[in-house]
């Protein structure tokens, strides 16, 4: 089992751009998520899906969208991004009382 | 809404050091409570949870007691090692299992030789 992984593990970006951060699991867990890594924030959920097809809105999500064609991809899109999306992003999948994590996206937008 | 605060960091103890790391919750309903660990460069991993008032969570030496009475979730340890050193955070979930976790700033905890 990989777990979940994320690609790329580093991505720099200039205003305006658009880009997709990818998010896949193996372990048939229905529930998938992404959030946000900020200094002295700790992480802030922006949407989640709680199944193929199934997707909703977070505590964060303006800026961001996502889709659930199968169980085991979640993608993170960012259509236009800004200064402020310059942030660590965490996918994570679950299935009962336990979260687990990827390595996490650094994403630098300038 | 829901909400977590942790002790500000960061904290820095000796080898053998007796370890809190406080954190305090305000939740409607009753939350599941978690601390997870983040290695550096590494996600998020589970360290330990509880789903009910009174509950112990315990891993890796690792303790941490839900108390109603007081909304608390402290992470305590008895003798640190420096490998101990990461991020912590204290969680809750509103949601039957871990869905829609809602995280604290985070601890950040060196242990020094």
């Known amino acids: 089992n990989a777990g979940v992984t994320q690609t790329p593990k580093f991505q720099v970006l200039k205003t305006g751009q658009s880009m997709t951060l990818q998010c896949a699991q193996d372990?048939?867990?229905?529930?998938m998520s992404w959030y946000r890594q900020d200094p002295g924030m700790g992480l802030r959920l922006i949407h989640y899906?709680?199944?193929?097809?199934?997707?909703d809105q977070g505590e964060v999500p303006n800026g961001y969208n996502v889709s659930r064609s199968t169980t085991e991809d979640f993608p993170l899109r960012l259509l236009s991004a800004a200064p402020s999306q310059t942030s660590v992003y965490f996918c994570a999948s679950s299935q009962g009382n336990e979260q687990y994590f990827g390595p996490g996206t650094r994403l630098t937008v300038t | 809404g829901n909400s977590v605060t942790q002790m500000e960091g960061p904290v820095t103890l000796s080898e053998e050091a007796f370890l809190t790391i406080n954190c305090t919750y305000t939740?409607?309903?009753?939350?599941?409570l978690f601390w997870y660990v983040q290695y550096p460069g590494e996600g998020l991993q589970l360290l330990l949870k509880a789903t009910k008032a009174d509950d112990k969570g315990s891993n890796k030496g690792f303790e941490a007691t839900y108390r109603k009475e007081t909304t608390s979730f402290h992470l305590e340890k008895g003798s640190v090692q420096v490998s101990d050193s990461a991020v912590y955070f204290c969680a809750l979930s509103d949601l039957q299992g871990a869905q829609k976790l809602v995280f604290g700033q985070g601890t950040r905890l060196t242990i020094n030789p």
């Open positions: 372990m048939n867990h229905e529930y």
């Open positions: 939740a409607t309903g009753y939350p599941s």
């Open positions: 899906s709680v199944g193929a097809g199934i997707t």
